[in-house]
């Protein structure tokens, strides 16, 4: 059915996957393997701009998806490891999706061959309760659908981001934590001394992941 037609059954649908999930868990429990076995739960993009929840009673968010927005690139990520990752605990470091990879491989107790190159960052001692090497930026490169469709009318897109700024390779800047959604764009002729300074930070990585 058309896209309209599923919103009825949200509930129904998220019940099922949480009972699915539910039987590999006890799956896992079962044969004694849960505590040598990394589960990732991680979501792979936001959900479409006509699909809201509520957040706190009050605060309806809407999904993103397609977009290089918050709504459209921050996703759910739980990690479970009982015995070695503690319970009831939030991180809020960066993660991207290349990070996934070198944290199995750690997780495993695993070696990469010898040359070989990745581009992310295990974030396994984070889960293990331990500082860790958390990330400082992340790194997009985003080309829409309708380009894969032979339709050049929309660009590639580029930007940076750590906690607070976001850059993007066309230069504008927008402070995360007072503009989420990015309904403001800074310019460089507008920079102040703190936007300057997020700017000069976030600016050379480009060169460093394009070159």
């Not at 061959?113 to 930026?137: A, C, V």
């Amino acid at each position: 059915g058309s896209w309209e037609d599923d919103p009825k059954f949200y509930r129904d649908m998220v019940e099922y996957h949480d009972k699915v999930i539910g039987r590999l868990l006890n799956y896992l429990e079962n044969q004694g393997l849960q505590e040598d076995t990394l589960v990732i739960y991680l979501g792979d993009n936001g959900s479409p701009a006509d699909v809201c929840s509520m957040m706190h009673q009050h605060n309806e968010i809407c999904g993103g998806k397609g977009k290089t927005s918050d709504r459209g690139t921050h996703v759910p990520l739980i990690c479970l490891m009982p015995g070695t990752i503690p319970s009831n605990t939030v991180q809020t470091d960066l993660i991207e999706a290349t990070d996934f990879l070198p944290t199995i491989f750690e997780a495993a107790g695993l070696n990469f061959p010898e040359g070989y190159i990745i581009d992310g960052r295990s974030f396994y001692p984070q889960l293990k309760g331990e500082k860790g090497n958390p990330r400082d930026w992340m790194f997009f490169h985003f080309e829409p659908m309708n380009r894969r469709h032979g339709l050049n009318d929309l660009r590639q897109i580029r930007f940076i981001r750590d906690h607070s700024w976001k850059l993007y390779e066309t230069g504008e800047l927008y402070d995360l934590e007072a503009d989420w959604d990015e309904d403001i764009p800074i310019y460089e002729v507008e920079d102040s001394k703190s936007q300057s300074e997020a700017r000069n930070r976030l600016k050379p990585v480009f060169s460093q992941m394009t070159n």
